[in-house]
């Protein structure tokens, strides 16, 4: 492990395919349409417990249950794996070694949203979210009367940091920086690691990555959900993009939706998901509206500073079941990981935009 961690290597990585897939290429500006098919559901996360996820959304869309229900429970999914350090029970803490979560629901078939900030202890923000959308008026909750509204509805207060998450809260602590008094002794300090602390040899990994699902159901019907444990070791009460509707994420009936992962204050500042569901809306395909989300904030920064452009990846798809996946960084294309009728597959889209 290298000794200096920043924030922003925690963005952006990429996760191995779960066994059994299959990949297909995306269709970038330069390749006619794709073959879009419905009911689908798709997620950011192309690992298995995405793959997991997949096969319940999908299972309850054959059941007949609706978009709304295929991505919130196959989120659930996601937000229940303890292994996962970026979503849901398992994410990574933040600067105090509490674990908060954000998340969001967007129904299209009857226009409502729901979503919670900087919730704690409670292992499915994107179940209580639902609840906020659909039992009250309101939109948003956040915090600790966000926790009291869920545990009124049944939700269980739990512990959501694993062990696993501890541990790498710590490791962050002890070397995040060499001129406070977490991490080795001063007179230690600059000698070989390896020789004094057994403990720092061993790897760990960093990591971490909201999850989009989105699905359109055999009604035509469109729903999404994003949800996070937000930037790792944020400061405490930090909220992202995630639980802000247009941000993290967008749902339109008539045209489609998108999600957002990656550093959620530039796609807080260009409304993202509601970007790409507009730019689709005027005709744009969902790859090529997840490509003009990045070139909006590249646009944005161009006479500020041209170098700058944050970690994002952005997902999409439309009414017709065609997606579109993108990505600002990593060494290949992003990729989403879908379920049709024709099975479960990765889709790689592209890296950049094309524009
Ligand atoms: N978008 C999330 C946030 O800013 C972080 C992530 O996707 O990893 O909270």
């Known amino acids: 492990m290298s000794s200096k961690i920043t924030r922003r290597r925690f963005i952006g990585r990429s996760f191995s395919l779960g066994a059994g897939a299959f990949l297909f290429r995306g269709f970038s500006l330069s ?22 996820a997949l096969e319940k959304g999908w299972s309850l869309l054959m059941e007949g ?3 709304l229900d295929a991505v919130e429970k196959a989120a659930n999914v996601i937000e229940l794996d303890p292994e996962g350090t970026g979503v849901g029970y398992g994410g990574l803490p933040n600067e105090e070694g509490i674990v908060q979560l ?27 979210a ?29 512990n959501l940091l694993t062990e696993k998450a501890r541990k790498i809260w710590l490791r962050w602590k002890t070397e995040i920086s060499k001129s406070d008094d977490w991490g080795l002794p001063d007179h230690l300090r600059g000698l070989k690691k390896k020789k004094i602390n057994n403990r720092m040899s061993e790897e760990i990994q960093y990591r971490t990555g ?11 019907d ?9 930037l790792s070791f944020k400061i405490p009460g930090r909220v992202g993009d995630s639980p802000i509707i247009g941000a993290g994420l967008y749902v339109d009936n008539e045209v489609g939706a998108a999600g957002a992962t990656g550093r959620g204050e530039d796609v807080i500042k ?15 395909t969902p790859q090529q509206a997840c490509e003009d989300a990045v070139a909006l904030i590249a646009e944005k920064y161009k006479n500020i500073n041209p170098k700058f452009m944050p970690g994002e990846k952005f997902i999409a798809v439309n009414k017709r079941g065609e997606v579109g996946c993108t990505s600002t960084r990593g060494r290949r294309p992003a990729r989403l990981s879908l379920q049709t009728a024709e099975g479960y597959s990765v889709y790689e889209g592209t890296k950049g935009s094309s524009r």
């Open 31 to 52: 390749a006619g349409p794709q073959k879009g098919m419905t009911p689908l559901v798709i997620t950011s996360h192309t690992n298995q417990t995405g793959q997991a």
């Open 222 to 230: 469109i729903a999404g959900v994003t949800t996070t444990s937000g």
């Open 130 to 158: 639902r609840i906020i959308m659909e039992e009250t008026d309101h939109v948003m909750m956040a915090g600790n009367d966000a926790l009291k509204f869920a545990k009124k509805w049944g939700f269980k207060e739990e």
């Open 210 to 220: 909201t999850t989009n699902v989105l699905a359109v159901d055999k009604n035509g």
């Open 270 to 284: 260009c409304c993202a998901s509601f970007y790409i569901v507009m730019r689709m809306k005027e005709g744009r």
């Open 102 to 128: 954000d998340a969001s629901i967007m129904d299209g078939r009857t226009y409502s949203a729901g979503s919670v900030a900087c919730l704690e202890n409670i292992k499915t923000p994107c179940s209580v």
């Open 65 to 67: 249950k609706t978009a």
